[in-house]
């Protein structure tokens, strides 16, 4: 299995920056689908981005698409969402997921395995 951390959450401004990482370890990373999801309080865990193995391909929920942009370092065994303009609403504890047989990139259960989570805060 894959072991998964974020960071690079935080408080910040509407309108700023933040560019999240998640660290992977045990598998190689390569084999792996890999997306962001967030959940924000009282809501269901929703997709934010995907990215495919060879980093070849990406994918974006609406919400975020032109702001936000995944990416994947497969040497440094590291995923990235880099996040920029953002919105109140982007506010959320955000995690990153591994898909280990490309089951789909915008469903919860398409993951195998998931991080702990890292929050961001968006004050308006």
């Known amino acids: 299995q894959v072991q998964l951390v974020e960071s690079g959450g935080g408080l910040v401004q509407a309108g700023g920056s933040l560019r999240l990482s998640c660290a992977a370890s045990?598998?190689?990373?390569?084999?792996?689908?890999m997306g962001w999801f967030r959940q924000a309080p009282g809501k269901e865990r929703e997709f934010v981005a995907a990215?495919?193995?060879?980093?070849?391909?990406?994918y974006y929920a609406d919400s975020v698409k032109g702001r936000f942009t995944i990416s994947r370092d497969n040497a440094k065994n590291t995923l990235y969402l880099q996040m920029n303009s953002l919105k109140p609403e982007d506010t959320a504890i955000y995690y990153c997921?591994?898909?280990?047989?490309?089951?789909?990139?915008?469903?919860?259960?398409?993951?195998?395995?998931w991080g702990q989570g890292t929050q961001v805060t968006v004050s308006s």
């Open positions: 997921a591994a898909d280990r047989y490309d089951s789909g990139y915008y469903q919860v259960r398409d993951y195998d395995y």
């Open positions: 045990g598998r190689t990373f390569s084999n792996y689908v």
């Open positions: 990215i495919t193995r060879s980093g070849g391909r990406t």
